[in-house]
């Protein structure tokens, strides 16, 4: 029976790694091609933004539905469908003759995503049992996946400046074609539910616009600031559309996420470790990668050939969580990557308008990149500690909804802090003051993750169970062969 549910693990692994490899690529790539895109299509300079705003506004509002989707319709089913839709926007994208088309090809490009990368992490979740196999396999999705954030700015430099800024967009269909076909070859359809569960309408609803609002608002403080009616409205009324939200979810049998599970000091431990840690992570990227271009007059390719050193700490950095982690617990790769995370971005906040790569960027990147490593395949393993076959989705939706809106808020709250600073000066020594206060401040997000590891996180493995209902046995997760 098991040999069915868990069809090829090889297959599955990298079917996830390549799918999240992609997501992660397309967050950063187009972001260096942005000036080329407003010639091009003839961007309004206040529009362009939505470029990435857009994608980060569908990616962000759907992955809670995506994630209890594909645990009512399907892991397998929706991972298919996902990546499908991804390489269709994605192929549109590339093709785009107007800027609503191209909006409209990255919108539908976050709608595929949503749904294809919480399927993603439930099939490794529900493929490896907990221990030292499914924490080895979450190694190798976080380093693909931090790998492919990396990567992307240096895909997006060359891409831009020697083939044309379609190819940031077209780039993704050999890496779909890839996972599609390595999911339709190893991934199984998974059992048939034991009973059919009706989607939760009203908390789809209720959490999609929440989350969705909440977004939106963050996303336009570039151009309205934090405290204009407009975003404080929109702010609002999405947390009136959360509140409304977790109160619904108390009330239905089958809830989009059921709050029982925020009761695991695992998973509630790291879904603040994970959206504080991207916040961090996140405007490290922005601010480095505007204090090589902008302050220092590095071009596009070569900004992004110079963080080549940060995606190799990243890499190296998750191998030795995985070795850490499989014999231990998430916790002891959690504490120390934080902290050198910290101290790394802490050091970049020396960063000089006189100074140049090599004596104020490598040292830094080197050291918060092998820090972030070192957090990011622990908190995915401690994320889904505890839950069973039914709730993976649910799960999966969760932590990469957590991503996404630290990520989004993080960045969004530190460049308008950053803009502060800066005020209307362009010299690059008033940049470089804005961008070493965010990063800065990215620092201290580090610095709360690290609190959150030691405070909330269990000493050991076999810590605060997740609170469930009982469910059939062939739905149990714990335990079972891998």
Not at 166 to 191: E, I, K, S
Request: aromatic fraction near 8%; charged fraction near 10%.
């Amino acid at each position: 029976m098991y040999k069915n549910l868990r069809g090829r693990p090889g297959a599955v692994l990298a079917a996830a790694a390549a799918a999240q490899f992609v997501f992660a690529l397309d967050m950063s790539v187009v972001n260096v091609a942005l000036p080329a895109i407003r010639t091009a299509l003839g961007f309004a300079p206040l529009d362009l933004s939505w470029v990435v705003h857009v994608y980060a506004l569908t990616f962000g509002g759907f992955l809670l539905l995506g994630g209890r989707a594909c645990d009512l319709y399907g892991r397998r089913r929706l991972f298919l469908l996902g990546l499908a839709v991804f390489g269709l926007c994605s192929l549109a994208g590339g093709l785009a003759q107007t800027s609503w088309q191209l909006i409209t090809a990255r919108a539908g490009q976050g709608l595929g995503a949503a749904a294809a990368a919480p399927a993603a992490l439930a099939m490794l979740t529900t493929t490896f049992a907990e221990g030292p196999r499914r924490v080895r396999a979450l190694g190798v999705w976080s380093a693909v996946n931090a790998a492919g954030g990396a990567l992307g700015v240096l895909a997006g430099g060359l891409l831009t400046e020697y083939a044309g800024w379609r190819w940031v967009m077209l780039v993704n269909l050999p890496v779909v074609a890839a996972a599609l076909a390595l999911a339709c070859a190893g991934v199984p359809a998974g059992p048939q539910p034991v009973r059919r569960e009706r989607l939760d309408v009203l908390g789809a609803v209720l959490a999609t616009g929440g989350v969705g609002l909440l977004v939106f608002g963050v996303v336009r403080t570039d151009t309205l600031g934090w405290g204009s009616p407009a975003t404080v409205a929109t702010l609002a009324t999405a947390a009136t559309l959360l509140v409304a939200f977790a109160f619904a979810e108390t009330r239905t049998p089958a809830p989009l996420l059921r709050l029982g599970l925020l009761r695991s000091r695992w998973i509630a431990g790291a879904n603040v470790l994970v959206f504080l840690a991207a916040a961090g992570q996140f405007a490290a990227f922005y601010f480095v990668s505007l204090h090589l271009q902008q302050v220092l007059g590095m071009s596009a390719a070569a900004t992004g050939a110079a963080f080549l050193p940060f995606s190799a700490g990243l890499v190296a950095g998750t191998i030795v969580a995985t070795r850490v982690t499989a014999t231990r617990t998430p916790r002891m790769s959690l504490v120390p990557g934080a902290l050198l995370a910290a101290a790394g971005l802490a050091w970049f906040a020396f960063i000089s308008p006189d100074g140049g790569f090599l004596t104020d960027v490598l040292g830094p990147s080197v050291i918060t990149s092998v820090g972030t490593g070192l957090v990011l395949a622990p908190v995915a393993a401690a994320a889904t500690t505890g839950i069973v076959l039914r709730e993976a989705g649910m799960a999966s939706g969760l932590m990469n909804s957590s991503r996404q809106l630290g990520g989004c808020i993080g960045l969004a709250a530190l460049a308008t802090l950053a803009a502060h600073r800066t005020g209307t000066a362009t010299d690059p020594a008033a940049l470089d003051d804005g961008y070493a206060l965010g990063l800065a401040v990215a620092a201290a997000l580090f610095l709360l993750a690290a609190a959150v590891a030691i405070g909330v996180l269990p000493r050991r493995r076999t810590g605060t169970p997740v609170p469930r209902p009982a469910a059939p046995a062939e739905n149990r997760l714990e335990g079972t062969p891998s």
